[in-house]
C-alpha cells in the first residue's frame, strides 16, 4: 500500500529538477538545524531534570557571543537560500526568446486555451515534448490562478490584466493542471490536465480539425468592429496605421515611450485613452462590452501579423504553429 | 503535609450580581469574560474544521456541497484568527497579567478595557449573525472581486463584524502600551520587566499600526460591494490586487500579534520551570521589538505569485527571511536557557516542550515560502496551509494553553490534575502532528487549498489528516474538563504553587480586587531566582 | 520555593481601596483622580499618551485610503484632473478656513481652561462647535450637490468625459475620504458638547482640564487630515485649467 501513496510529484518539466533541487536544499538545511534545536532540548530537558522542583538553576544571563553567532550565522545562510532561490524564479519567471505561445482564458469554472493557429481547447492543453511553451492568459471575471504542479509553475489569473507562465515539457503523458485561487463554489473542479505529445504526434493531432488560426479570426473582427476604418494602412486616417507597429515602441502625448506589447495593444482597445500616441486626437471610443478576452488575444496574433511594409500579408492563411521565427514571441 | 485554603476575599466573590460583571472595571474579571467568549469561538472554529476534515476524507464531495463546503473554511478561518488566535492570549492571559506583573492595580483605563470587551462581543454577534445567514465563502481573505461582485454570500454582515472586533484590538493595544508606559511599581525600570511584558509591548505597537488598516480595507470592501464603488474593479480601471496589498499590510502584521504574546508566554514559562534566568533577556527582549517593526515590511509575499514585479518580489523575499533572524534568535535563547536549569516537568512545561518542536518546523517551513523559486509552487497549495498551522496552533495556541495552565492556578486559586494536563499536552501534541505533517507532502504533490473534492491520489495522506484532526478535538475537550472541573473540585493551589518569581506570584490566589494590598517596590531582575536561597542544581 | 504549602491568614477586611506608600485611604486627593492612579500628574500623563496612540490608528486609518488614492493619482492623472475640476474650490476654501478658525477658537478654548476662565472656556468652546457645524453644513450642500448631478459613484453615477470610468474611482476616493472626516467631525461636535457642557458645570480647574486637552488634540487632528484633503482632492491640477 506505502508504494501506492504519491509522496513526491513528478518533474516533467526543465524547470522542476532546479525547484526541486532548491527544495532537497532548504530542507536539509533546515532539517539540520530543527534536528539541532531538538536533540539540545531533549538532551537539556532530561539531564537537569529535576523532579522536586524545589532546586534552582544556575543563574547564566548570557552571552554575548553567542548572540552574535547565532544571528549571524542563520542570517547567512537565509541569504544562501535567498539568492539560490531569487536565481531560480528568475528562470521560471523569465521565458526564453522563442516560444511557443498559447492564450488562455479562465472563467468560472473552466480554462480555455486557444492555439494560434486556431486549435481550441477547454480544460486541456496539448503541447509537444522538448519545447518551450508560453502560455498568456487573463480572467474573465474573479481572480483564478494557472497551476500544473508537474512542471512547478503557476501564476494568478487576474481580470484586467494579463500573466504567463512558460514551460519545456521532459516527459510525455498528462499533467494535472489545477486552478489555485479560489474563485468560488467549484473552484476545485476547475482542473483538467496538461497533455505532452512527442513532436510529430503534436503535429498530428495540431492538424486536425483545427478552426479558423487566431490570427484570421482576428482579421475578421479588425474589419467587423470597424477598427479599418481609423487605421488605414497609410497612416493618414484618424488612427496610426498599425503596421509593423507589433513589438516596437510608441511615443505618447506627453512624451512618454511606449513598448507596443500585447498588454498595450490589449489596453489601447479597451480603455484606448490612457496611452494615446503622440499627434492624433482622443477619438478612439473604448472596446470594452463589445469584444471578449479571447478576441481581444485574436486582434492581438492579427496585428502581429502585419508586416511594415506594403500590404498587410494575407493573414486569411491559416499558420501552423511551429514557425516560431515567422511569429515571434511576444513579450 | 499543610493545607491551603482558597482566601476569604478575592476579586471573584466580592460581587456576586451579573451586572457586577458586566459593568465591571476590573482587568482580572475582563480578561475571564474574554475566556468566555474566545473559547465559544475556539470551539465554533473546531466545528467548521471538523466539517472541512470530514469532507476531506474521501476525494468527492459526498460529505457537504461545495457551497457548504466554501463556507466551512471560511467561517473557520474567520472565527480561528479574528476570535481565537488575536485575542486569546493578549485579552485573556495579558489582561489578567500584566498589571499584577508590573505591581499595578488595573490598566490605565479600566472603562476602555470593559469597552474593548463588549465591541470583541458585539463584532463577534455580527459574525454569528452572518453564519446564522447562511454564512460567508470567499474565505477569510476576501479577495476581490469575488467579494465585491460574484459572492452570493453574507459578505457585508461578516465585514462589519471584522470591523467591529478590529477596534477590540486597537483598545486593548493601546491600553496595554499606556499601561506598561506608566503603570509600572516603583525600581522596575524597562529591563526589570518580565518578558511577557515585552512581549505584550511589541504586540500592542503591532495592534496599534496595524489593525486600523484592515478596518479601512473592510471598509473599502463593504463600499464597492454594497454601492459599487469601483475601487478594486478592473472594468472602471480599479486594481483588484490592490485589495490583496492592502489587506495583506494587516494581515501579514497580524500573524505577530498572535504569536509574540504566546512567545512571551514561553519566556516566562521556561524561566519558571528552570528556574533561572531566561538567556540572553535583553536579546529576547529586542527580538520581539524587531519582529514587530520587520512583520510590517514583508506583506508582499503573499503575492508573489499575483502580478508584482520580480524586482518587488525579491525584497520582500529578502525582508522576509531577515524577520525570520529574531525567531531563530528567541529559540537559541530559550534552549539555552534549560541548560544548567533544574528542570521541573509540570504540565505549563510540557506545553513549552510542545511549542518548541512544533513552532520550529512552523518557522522553518517559512523559509521554503519565502524562497521565490519555491514558492511559486508553492503558494495556495497545502504546504501554506501546514505552513501556518504550525504556527498558529502549534505555536500560538500551545503558547496560549501554556500560559492558561500556569496562571489558572492565579485565576481560580484552584490546581488542576497535572497527570491529565500532561496526557492532554501529549495528545494534542501527537494529533497535531498527525494532521498537519501530511500537509506538508500533500502541498508538495500541488494539492491546491480550498479544494472540495481532489484528486484521488492525494486521499491517504488526506485521511491521516482527518485521524489526527479527530485526536486534536479530543485533546481540547479533555482540556477544557479538567480545568471546569478543578473549578469546583480541585484543591486551593496556593499564592505560588510554581514557586516563581514575578510579582503576579506575589499577591494571594486568587487576587484580592485592587491586586496588592501597598504597592510593590521593585529592587531586582524579573528572574532572580538564586536569591531565594535553595542551593543550585 | 514553591510556596503552597503556607495556610493564608485571613487577608483582609472588606475589600477596602488600600492606600499607597504612604498607606491609609484618605479622600483628600483630587476628585478626579482616578483610583488605579497614584498621582494626578500620572492620570494626566496617561491619558494624553493615550490619546496620542489613539491618534496614531487614526492616521493608518485614513492611511488606507490614501494609499489607494496614491496609486490611481499615478496611473491616471488625467482622471484626477477632471474630477477634481468637479469639485467646488470656493466651498472647499470656505471650508478649510472654517476648520482652521475652529482649531484657533479650541486652541484658545484649552488656555482658558487651563488659566481657570471657566465662562471664557464655554465660550470658546461653544463657537468651536459653531464652526464645525458650519463645514458639515457647507458639505451637506456639496454632497447634494454631487447627487443632482448624479456624480455620486454606483448605480446612478454619470459622467461625461473620455476618463469618466477612472473619475468615478476618483470620486469615490473623494467620498470615501471626505465622508469618513465628516464621520470624525460628528463625532467631534458631539464630543465638543459633552466637554462644553462639563466646562458649564465648572466641572474643570487648572489643576484638571485634561478632557479639554484631550478634546484639542482630536480636533486639531481632524483638521490637520482636512489639510490634507483639501490640496489633494480640490486642488489637483489647479494650475493647469487656471492658466
Same mark, same amino acid.
Given at each position: 500500500?506505502?508504494?501506492g501513496?504519491?509522496?513526491?510529484?513528478e518533474?516533467?518539466?526543465?524547470?522542476?529538477?532546479?525547484?526541486?533541487?532548491?527544495?532537497?536544499?532548504?530542507?536539509?538545511?533546515t532539517a539540520?538545524?530543527? !534536528?539541532?534545536?531538538v536533540?539540545?532540548?531533549?538532551?537539556?530537558a532530561i539531564?537537569y531534570?529535576?523532579?522536586?522542583?524545589?532546586k534552582?538553576?544556575e543563574?547564566?544571563?548570557g552571552?554575548?557571543p553567542?548572540?552574535?553567532?547565532?544571528?549571524l550565522?542563520?542570517?547567512?545562510?537565509?541569504?544562501?537560500?535567498?539568492?539560490?532561490?531569487?536565481? @531560480?524564479?528568475?528562470?521560471?519567471?523569465?521565458?526564453? +526568446?522563442q516560444?511557443?505561445? @498559447?492564450?488562455?482564458?479562465?472563467?468560472?469554472?473552466?480554462?480555455?486555451?486557444?492555439?494560434?493557429?486556431?486549435?481550441?481547447?477547454?480544460?486541456?492543453?496539448?503541447?509537444?515534448?522538448?519545447?518551450?511553451?508560453?502560455?498568456v492568459?487573463?480572467?474573465?471575471?474573479?481572480?483564478?490562478?494557472?497551476?500544473?504542479?508537474?512542471?512547478?509553475?503557476?501564476?494568478?489569473?487576474?481580470p484586467?490584466?494579463?500573466s504567463?507562465?512558460?514551460?519545456?515539457?521532459?516527459?510525455?503523458?498528462?499533467?494535472? !493542471?489545477?486552478?489555485?485561487?479560489?474563485?468560488?463554489?467549484?473552484?476545485?473542479?476547475?482542473?483538467?490536465?496538461?497533455v505532452?505529445?512527442e513532436?510529430?504526434?503534436?503535429?498530428?493531432?495540431l492538424?486536425?480539425d483545427?478552426?479558423?488560426?487566431?490570427?484570421?479570426?482576428?482579421e475578421?473582427?479588425?474589419?467587423? !468592429?470597424?477598427?479599418?476604418s481609423?487605421?488605414l494602412?497609410?497612416?493618414?486616417?484618424?488612427?496610426?496605421?498599425?503596421?509593423g507597429?507589433?513589438?516596437?515602441?510608441?511615443?505618447?502625448?506627453?512624451?512618454?515611450?511606449?513598448?507596443?506589447? +500585447?498588454?498595450? @495593444?490589449?489596453?489601447?482597445?479597451?480603455?484606448?485613452?490612457?496611452?494615446l500616441?503622440?499627434?492624433?486626437?482622443?477619438l478612439?471610443?473604448t472596446?470594452?462590452?463589445?469584444?471578449?478576452?479571447?478576441?481581444?488575444?485574436?486582434l492581438?496574433?492579427?496585428?502581429?501579423?502585419?508586416?511594415?511594409t506594403?500590404?498587410?500579408?494575407?493573414?486569411a492563411?491559416?499558420?501552423?504553429?511551429?514557425?516560431?521565427?515567422?511569429?515571434?514571441?511576444s513579450? | 503535609?499543610?493545607?491551603?485554603?482558597?482566601?476569604?476575599?478575592?476579586?471573584?466573590n466580592?460581587?456576586?450580581?451579573?451586572?457586577?460583571w458586566?459593568?465591571?472595571?476590573?482587568?482580572k474579571?475582563?480578561?475571564?469574560?474574554?475566556?468566555?467568549v474566545v473559547?465559544?469561538? *475556539?470551539?465554533l472554529?473546531?466545528?467548521?474544521?471538523?466539517?472541512?476534515?470530514i469532507?476531506?476524507?474521501?476525494p468527492?464531495?459526498?460529505?457537504?456541497s &461545495?457551497?457548504?463546503?466554501?463556507?466551512?473554511? $471560511?467561517?473557520?478561518?474567520?472565527?480561528?484568527?479574528f476570535?481565537?488566535?488575536?485575542?486569546?492570549?493578549?485579552?485573556?492571559?495579558g489582561?489578567?497579567?500584566?498589571?499584577?506583573m508590573? /505591581?499595578?492595580k488595573?490598566?490605565?483605563?479600566?472603562?476602555?478595557?470593559?469597552l474593548?470587551?463588549?465591541?470583541?462581543v458585539?463584532?463577534?454577534v455580527?459574525?454569528l #449573525?452572518?453564519?446564522?445567514?447562511?454564512?460567508?465563502d470567499?474565505?477569510?481573505?476576501?479577495?476581490t472581486?469575488?467579494?465585491?461582485?460574484?459572492?452570493?454570500?453574507?459578505v457585508?454582515?461578516? /465585514?462589519?463584524?471584522?470591523f467591529? $472586533?478590529?477596534?477590540? =484590538?486597537?483598545l486593548?493595544?493601546l491600553?496595554?502600551?499606556?499601561?506598561?508606559?506608566?503603570?509600572?511599581?516603583?525600581?522596575?525600570?524597562?529591563?526589570r520587566?518580565?518578558?511577557f511584558?515585552?512581549?505584550?509591548?511589541?504586540?500592542?505597537?503591532?495592534?496599534?499600526?496595524?489593525?486600523?488598516?484592515?478596518?479601512?480595507?473592510?471598509?473599502?470592501?463593504?463600499?464597492?460591494?454594497?454601492?459599487g464603488?469601483g475601487?478594486?474593479?478592473?472594468?472602471?480601471? /480599479?486594481d483588484?490586487?490592490?485589495?490583496?496589498?492592502?489587506?495583506?499590510?494587516y494581515?501579514?502584521?497580524?500573524?505577530?500579534?498572535?504569536i509574540?504574546?504566546?512567545?512571551?508566554?514561553?519566556?516566562?514559562?521556561?524561566?519558571?520551570? =528552570?528556574?533561572?534566568?531566561?538567556?540572553?533577556?535583553?536579546?529576547v527582549? *529586542?527580538?520581539?521589538?524587531?519582529?514587530?517593526?520587520?512583520?510590517?515590511?514583508?506583506?508582499?509575499?503573499?503575492?508573489?505569485?499575483?502580478?508584482i514585479?520580480?524586482y518587488?518580489?525579491?525584497?520582500?523575499?529578502?525582508l522576509?527571511?531577515?524577520?525570520?533572524?529574531?525567531?531563530a534568535?528567541?529559540?537559541f535563547?530559550?534552549?539555552?536557557?534549560?541548560?544548567?536549569?533544574?528542570?521541573?516537568?509540570?504540565?505549563?512545561?510540557?506545553?513549552?516542550?510542545?511549542?518548541?518542536?512544533?513552532?520550529?518546523?512552523g518557522?522553518?517551513?517559512g523559509?521554503?515560502? &519565502?524562497?521565490?523559486?519555491?514558492?511559486?509552487?508553492l503558494?495556495?497549495?497545502y504546504?501554506?496551509?501546514?505552513? *501556518?498551522?504550525?504556527?498558529?496552533?502549534?505555536?500560538?495556541?500551545?503558547?496560549y494553553?501554556?500560559?492558561?495552565?500556569?496562571?489558572?492556578?492565579?485565576?481560580?486559586?484552584?490546581?488542576?490534575?497535572?497527570?491529565?494536563?500532561?496526557?492532554?499536552?501529549?495528545?494534542?501534541?501527537? /494529533?497535531?502532528?498527525?494532521?498537519? *505533517?501530511?500537509q506538508?507532502?500533500?502541498?508538495?504533490?500541488?494539492?491546491?487549498?480550498?479544494?472540495?473534492?481532489? &484528486?484521488?491520489?492525494?486521499?491517504?495522506?488526506?485521511?491521516?489528516?482527518?485521524?489526527? &484532526?479527530?485526536?486534536?478535538?479530543?485533546?481540547?475537550?479533555?482540556?477544557?474538563s479538567?480545568?471546569?472541573h =478543578?473549578?469546583?473540585?480541585?484543591?486551593?493551589?496556593?499564592?505560588?504553587?510554581?514557586?516563581?518569581t514575578?510579582?503576579?506570584?506575589? $499577591?494571594?490566589?486568587?487576587?484580592?480586587p485592587?491586586?496588592?494590598?501597598?504597592?510593590?517596590?521593585?529592587?531586582?531582575?524579573?528572574?532572580?531566582?538564586?536569591?531565594?536561597?535553595?542551593?543550585? #542544581? | 520555593?514553591?510556596?503552597?504549602?503556607?495556610?493564608?491568614?485571613?487577608?483582609?477586611?472588606?475589600?477596602?481601596?488600600?492606600?499607597?506608600?504612604?498607606?491609609g485611604? %484618605?479622600?483628600?486627593h483630587?476628585?478626579?483622580?482616578?483610583?488605579?492612579?497614584?498621582?494626578?500628574?500620572?492620570?494626566?500623563e496617561?491619558s494624553?499618551l493615550g490619546?496620542?496612540?489613539?491618534?496614531v490608528?487614526?492616521v493608518?486609518?485614513?492611511?488606507?485610503?490614501?494609499?489607494?488614492?496614491l496609486?490611481y493619482r499615478?496611473?491616471?492623472?488625467?482622471?484626477w484632473?477632471?474630477?477634481?475640476e468637479?469639485?467646488?474650490?470656493?466651498?472647499?476654501?470656505f471650508?478649510?478656513?472654517?476648520?482652521?478658525?475652529?482649531?484657533?477658537?479650541?486652541a484658545?478654548?484649552?488656555?482658558?481652561?487651563?488659566t481657570?476662565?471657566q465662562?471664557?472656556?464655554?465660550?470658546?468652546?461653544?463657537?468651536?462647535?459653531?464652526?464645525?457645524?458650519?463645514?458639515?453644513v457647507?458639505?451637506?450642500?456639496?454632497?447634494?450637490?454631487k447627487?443632482?448631478?448624479?456624480?455620486?459613484?454606483?448605480?446612478?453615477?454619470?459622467?461625461?468625459?473620455?476618463?469618466?470610468?477612472?473619475v468615478?474611482?476618483?470620486?469615490?476616493?473623494?467620498?470615501?475620504?471626505?465622508?469618513?472626516?465628516?464621520?470624525?467631525?460628528?463625532?467631534g461636535?458631539?464630543?465638543?458638547g459633552?466637554i462644553?457642557?462639563m466646562?458649564?458645570?465648572?466641572?474643570?480647574?487648572?489643576?484638571?482640564?485634561?478632557?479639554v486637552?484631550?478634546?484639542?488634540l482630536?480636533?486639531?487632528?481632524?483638521?490637520?487630515?482636512?489639510?490634507?484633503?483639501?490640496?489633494?482632492?480640490?486642488?489637483? %491640477?489647479?494650475?493647469?485649467?487656471?492658466?
Amino acid at each position: 500500500m506505502l508504494s501506492g501513496i504519491p509522496l513526491f510529484p513528478e518533474q516533467a518539466s526543465t524547470l522542476a529538477p532546479e525547484v526541486d533541487n532548491l527544495y532537497f536544499f532548504i530542507t536539509a538545511v533546515t532539517a539540520f538545524f530543527a !534536528l539541532l534545536v531538538v536533540v539540545f532540548v531533549t538532551v537539556f530537558a532530561i539531564k537537569y531534570r529535576d523532579r522536586t522542583g524545589t532546586k534552582v538553576g544556575e543563574p547564566i544571563h548570557g552571552s554575548i557571543p553567542l548572540e552574535i553567532g547565532w544571528s549571524l550565522i542563520p542570517f547567512l545562510i537565509t541569504m544562501v537560500i535567498f539568492a539560490w532561490a531569487t536565481v @531560480v524564479f528568475f528562470q521560471i519567471v523569465r521565458a526564453p +526568446d522563442q516560444t511557443l505561445e @498559447v492564450y488562455s482564458t479562465g472563467k468560472r469554472w473552466m480554462w480555455r486555451f486557444q492555439h494560434i493557429d486556431g486549435k481550441s481547447e477547454i480544460n486541456e492543453l496539448h503541447v509537444p515534448l522538448g519545447r518551450p511553451v508560453k502560455v498568456v492568459f487573463t480572467s474573465e471575471d474573479v481572480l483564478h490562478s494557472l497551476y500544473v504542479p508537474a512542471f512547478r509553475v503557476k501564476a494568478d489569473a487576474i481580470p484586467g490584466r494579463y500573466s504567463s507562465i512558460w514551460f519545456t515539457p521532459t516527459k510525455t503523458g498528462e499533467f494535472h !493542471l489545477f486552478c489555485a485561487e479560489y474563485c468560488g463554489t467549484n473552484h476545485s473542479g476547475m482542473i483538467g490536465k496538461v497533455v505532452v505529445m512527442e513532436p510529430n504526434e503534436y503535429q498530428a493531432w495540431l492538424s486536425g480539425d483545427t478552426g479558423l488560426p487566431m490570427a484570421a479570426r482576428g482579421e475578421q473582427l479588425f474589419q467587423q !468592429l470597424g477598427c479599418v476604418s481609423c487605421h488605414l494602412p497609410d497612416g493618414a486616417g484618424r488612427g496610426p496605421s498599425l503596421l509593423g507597429k507589433f513589438g516596437g515602441q510608441e511615443t505618447l502625448g506627453d512624451g512618454t515611450v511606449v513598448a507596443v506589447d +500585447d498588454v498595450y @495593444v490589449r489596453e489601447s482597445i479597451l480603455a484606448p485613452q490612457q496611452k494615446l500616441v503622440a499627434g492624433y486626437q482622443p477619438l478612439m471610443p473604448t472596446f470594452q462590452g463589445q469584444v471578449n478576452e479571447e478576441g481581444v488575444m485574436s486582434l492581438i496574433e492579427y496585428i502581429k501579423t502585419l508586416p511594415s511594409t506594403g500590404q498587410p500579408a494575407a493573414a486569411a492563411q491559416a499558420r501552423t504553429a511551429p514557425a516560431p521565427a515567422a511569429q515571434g514571441g511576444s513579450r | 503535609m499543610t493545607t491551603t485554603v482558597l482566601p476569604r476575599v478575592n476579586y471573584l466573590n466580592v460581587r456576586h450580581t451579573l451586572a457586577s460583571w458586566l459593568f465591571t472595571k476590573d482587568h482580572k474579571r475582563i480578561g475571564l469574560m474574554y475566556l468566555v467568549v474566545v473559547t465559544a469561538a *475556539f470551539a465554533l472554529g473546531g466545528v467548521f474544521a471538523a466539517g472541512v476534515r470530514i469532507e476531506l476524507t474521501t476525494p468527492e464531495g459526498d460529505f457537504v456541497s &461545495a457551497d457548504t463546503y466554501n463556507r466551512l473554511f $471560511t467561517m473557520h478561518g474567520v472565527a480561528m484568527v479574528f476570535f481565537v488566535l488575536i485575542p486569546a492570549v493578549p485579552a485573556i492571559l495579558g489582561n489578567f497579567v500584566l498589571p499584577l506583573m508590573i /505591581g499595578a492595580k488595573d490598566v490605565a483605563f479600566p472603562k476602555i478595557n470593559l469597552l474593548s470587551w463588549y465591541v470583541f462581543v458585539i463584532g463577534f454577534v455580527f459574525t454569528l #449573525a452572518a453564519m446564522a445567514f447562511g454564512g460567508v465563502d470567499t474565505g477569510w481573505t476576501f479577495y476581490t472581486p469575488y467579494s465585491t461582485q460574484f459572492s452570493n454570500s453574507s459578505v457585508m454582515l461578516t /465585514g462589519i463584524g471584522i470591523f467591529i $472586533t478590529g477596534f477590540s =484590538s486597537i483598545l486593548t493595544g493601546l491600553n496595554f502600551m499606556v499601561t506598561i508606559h506608566r503603570m509600572r511599581a516603583p525600581g522596575m525600570t524597562w529591563f526589570r520587566m518580565p518578558l511577557f511584558v515585552w512581549a505584550l509591548y511589541a504586540t500592542s505597537i503591532v495592534q496599534i499600526l496595524g489593525t486600523p488598516v484592515i478596518a479601512i480595507t473592510v471598509g473599502m470592501l463593504a463600499l464597492e460591494r454594497a454601492l459599487g464603488f469601483g475601487i478594486f474593479d478592473p472594468r472602471l480601471g /480599479g486594481d483588484p490586487v490592490l485589495f490583496q496589498h492592502l489587506f495583506w499590510f494587516y494581515s501579514h502584521p497580524a500573524v505577530y500579534i498572535m504569536i509574540l504574546p504566546p512567545m512571551g508566554v514561553i519566556s516566562e514559562v521556561i524561566a519558571c520551570f =528552570s528556574r533561572k534566568p531566561v538567556f540572553g533577556y535583553s536579546f529576547v527582549a *529586542f527580538s520581539s521589538l524587531a519582529i514587530a517593526i520587520f512583520g510590517f515590511l514583508v506583506w508582499a509575499h503573499h503575492l508573489f505569485v499575483a502580478g508584482i514585479s520580480p524586482y518587488s518580489a525579491m525584497v520582500f523575499s529578502f525582508l522576509s527571511f531577515a524577520v525570520a533572524v529574531p525567531s531563530a534568535v528567541k529559540t537559541f535563547n530559550w534552549t539555552a536557557t534549560l541548560y544548567k536549569g533544574a528542570i521541573w516537568w509540570q504540565a505549563p512545561m510540557i506545553w513549552v516542550f510542545g511549542f518548541l518542536g512544533l513552532f520550529l518546523v512552523g518557522g522553518l517551513t517559512g523559509l521554503f515560502l &519565502a524562497s521565490l523559486g519555491l514558492d511559486v509552487h508553492l503558494h495556495d497549495t497545502y504546504f501554506v496551509v501546514a505552513h *501556518f498551522h504550525y504556527i498558529m496552533v502549534g505555536g500560538a495556541i500551545m503558547g496560549y494553553f501554556s500560559g492558561l495552565h500556569y496562571w489558572w492556578p492565579k485565576m481560580t486559586g484552584k490546581m488542576y490534575s497535572n497527570s491529565a494536563a500532561t496526557f492532554a499536552a501529549v495528545l494534542v501534541f501527537v /494529533g497535531f502532528n498527525l494532521t498537519f *505533517f501530511p500537509q506538508f507532502i500533500l502541498g508538495y504533490l500541488g494539492m491546491p487549498r480550498r479544494y472540495h473534492v481532489y &484528486a484521488e491520489e492525494f486521499q491517504v495522506l488526506n485521511v491521516m489528516s482527518t485521524a489526527g &484532526a479527530s485526536l486534536l478535538g479530543v485533546g481540547y475537550t479533555l482540556i477544557a474538563s479538567y480545568l471546569i472541573h =478543578s473549578v469546583f473540585r480541585g484543591r486551593a493551589a496556593g499564592d505560588n504553587p510554581w514557586g516563581a518569581t514575578g510579582l503576579e506570584w506575589e $499577591t494571594q490566589s486568587p487576587p484580592i480586587p485592587e491586586n496588592f494590598d501597598e504597592t510593590p517596590i521593585v529592587t531586582g531582575g524579573a528572574y532572580e531566582y538564586t536569591k531565594r536561597g535553595a542551593k543550585v #542544581a | 520555593m514553591p510556596n503552597g504549602a503556607v495556610a493564608h491568614a485571613d487577608p483582609h477586611g472588606p475589600a477596602s481601596a488600600a492606600g499607597f506608600g504612604a498607606g491609609g485611604h %484618605d479622600h483628600a486627593h483630587h476628585p478626579a483622580l482616578q483610583h488605579h492612579f497614584q498621582t494626578l500628574d500620572q492620570q494626566h500623563e496617561a491619558s494624553t499618551l493615550g490619546m496620542w496612540i489613539f491618534l496614531v490608528t487614526e492616521v493608518m486609518f485614513f492611511g488606507g485610503l490614501l494609499m489607494a488614492y496614491l496609486l490611481y493619482r499615478v496611473w491616471y492623472p488625467e482622471a484626477w484632473s477632471e474630477g477634481s475640476e468637479e469639485l467646488d474650490i470656493v466651498l472647499g476654501g470656505f471650508n478649510t478656513v472654517v476648520l482652521i478658525g475652529s482649531s484657533l477658537t479650541m486652541a484658545f478654548g484649552v488656555r482658558a481652561a487651563q488659566t481657570g476662565e471657566q465662562k471664557a472656556t464655554v465660550r470658546w468652546l461653544l463657537l468651536t462647535i459653531g464652526l464645525g457645524l458650519t463645514f458639515l453644513v457647507v458639505k451637506g450642500f456639496e454632497y447634494y450637490h454631487k447627487w443632482e448631478l448624479h456624480h455620486i459613484p454606483g448605480p446612478n453615477f454619470s459622467f461625461e468625459g473620455p476618463h469618466a470610468a477612472q473619475v468615478q474611482i476618483f470620486l469615490s476616493l473623494y467620498f470615501g475620504l471626505t465622508g469618513l472626516h465628516a464621520l470624525h467631525m460628528i463625532i467631534g461636535c458631539a464630543i465638543m458638547g459633552v466637554i462644553t457642557w462639563m466646562a458649564h458645570k465648572k466641572r474643570f480647574t487648572p489643576e484638571w482640564y485634561t478632557p479639554v486637552e484631550l478634546a484639542g488634540l482630536y480636533w486639531h487632528f481632524v483638521d490637520i487630515v482636512w489639510i490634507f484633503l483639501f490640496p489633494l482632492l480640490y486642488l489637483v %491640477d489647479r494650475a493647469r485649467q487656471l492658466s
